[in-house]
């Protein structure tokens, strides 16, 4: 009995050994069958759970129109409104010291 349980197990290693190469290969060219249907289920737990998890309200913020209309209406407000274009793209976005000064 001892002889051929050993025998036995000699006989799948080696069998193993010879597989190993096969089961790789057989892997290599199915992988993307097996993987894919993996990562979709991993993908929608994973979705689910965040679902579940986070908080979905978006607090309410103006739009950018109304921002501008309530701006444009202060500035009139203010007098200080007077949007011109620049001339050139150089006199946009100028920094305090290099703006010409107004005489």
């Known amino acids: 009995s001892d002889v051929c349980s050993s025998t036995k197990l000699i006989l799948l290693d080696s069998l193993l050994q010879e597989m190993w190469p096969v089961i790789l290969a057989w892997g290599r060219a199915y992988a993307p069958y097996i993987v894919m249907p993996i990562a979709g289920v991993v ?12 908080d979905k309200h978006t607090p309410y913020s ?13 500035e009139a407000m203010d ?25």
């Open 79 to 103: 007098g200080t409104g007077g949007f011109t274009v620049p001339d050139t793209i150089f006199e946009k976005n100028v920094s305090p010291g290099l703006a010409k000064k107004m005489l």
């Open 43 to 54: 993908g929608f737990v994973g979705y689910n759970i965040e679902d579940w998890v986070s």
């Open 62 to 74: 103006k739009s950018a129109v109304e921002r501008r209309e309530e701006r444009r209406e202060k």
